[in-house]
């Protein structure tokens, strides 16, 4: 692998910008092209190299000590450049640095701990089908669906206060146009960073949570020595940051394969135990993240 980023080897070269609006709306013919192209592929407009087929993003991510993370996930090189927020501990950190909250969240989101949620959570998505199917023939799925349920259950598992949750999906907007240039994207949010790294960074501390939620449970993991106190906001953050965002889209790509695929929704009525394997697969098929 790291062959391939060799001084003595060319790789081809592209113009193509991965943050433009129309890659942005459909990716697809922009991964075909950087697939064929090889197995690197120097973006010439940011001097980055690409990885878009299987074998080397695996080999890159697996390989740490090589492709690091702690200098910065996105464009941004942390080593040269200030970020914008602290850095995550979970996203921009290697070993050792990463492995105590990675071990603390693995433990705290366990499928046993999950699966203590799972009739509350059920319970919410029947209640907003039940509100969808009363106003009529046609809803907007992306607003009554997607962005409705994970922004009702998953702040009350994190242990969130009620008021302004609404504030998570701009401020996750924020955090992931962070990875890209600045452009457009990131200007027409400049005026609401502060304002809503506050509000985040407010929502982190021990006094606010709820007794019972997962934020609770990561200070309670501090108190036992598996964290540090420092690091435990941090880790409440990376939950808000990274919790949210996806689980909308990958809700909606689930909504947008059975619309454009109604044979599929048929099947999956007849067959629901089916309902795992196909949300699995409409994420594969519509990133929740590019």
Known sequence: MTDLLAPSVVPPTSDADPFADEHLRDPGPLHRALREAGPVVHLARYDVH???????????????????SGAGVGL??????????PPSLLLDADPPAHDAPRRVLREILAPPALRRLS????SVAEDLVD???????????????AKAFPLRVFPDAVGLP???????????NVA????????????????????????????????????????????AAADRGDLTH??????????????????????????YAFSTHPEQWQRLRERPELARVAFDEAVRWQSPVQ
């Open 50 to 68: 690409a990885l878009a087929r299987y074998e080397e993003v695996h080999a890159a991510l697996v390989d740490w000590q090589t492709f690091e």
């Open 162 to 172: 009620p008021g302004d949750r609404d504030n998570l999906l701009p401020y996750g």
């Open 119 to 122: 009739a509350a959570w059920r």
């Open 76 to 85: 941004s090189n942390f080593r040269h450049e200030k970020p914008w927020r």
């Open 230 to 255: 420092e690091q435990a906001p941090l880790v409440v953050r990376s939950l808000l940051t990274a919790g949210v965002d996806t689980t909308v889209h990958g809700l909606s790509a689930a909504l």
């Open 176 to 219: 992931f146009n962070a990875f890209g240039p600045r452009n457009a994207l990131v200007a027409a949010d400049a005026h609401r960073v502060a304002e809503l790294s506050a509000w985040v960074n407010a929502q982190c501390v021990r006094e606010v949570l709820d007794d019972d939620g997962f934020g609770a449970r990561i200070w």
């Open 131 to 145: 509100d969808v199917l009363a106003q009529g023939a046609e809803f907007d799925a992306y607003a009554a669906l």
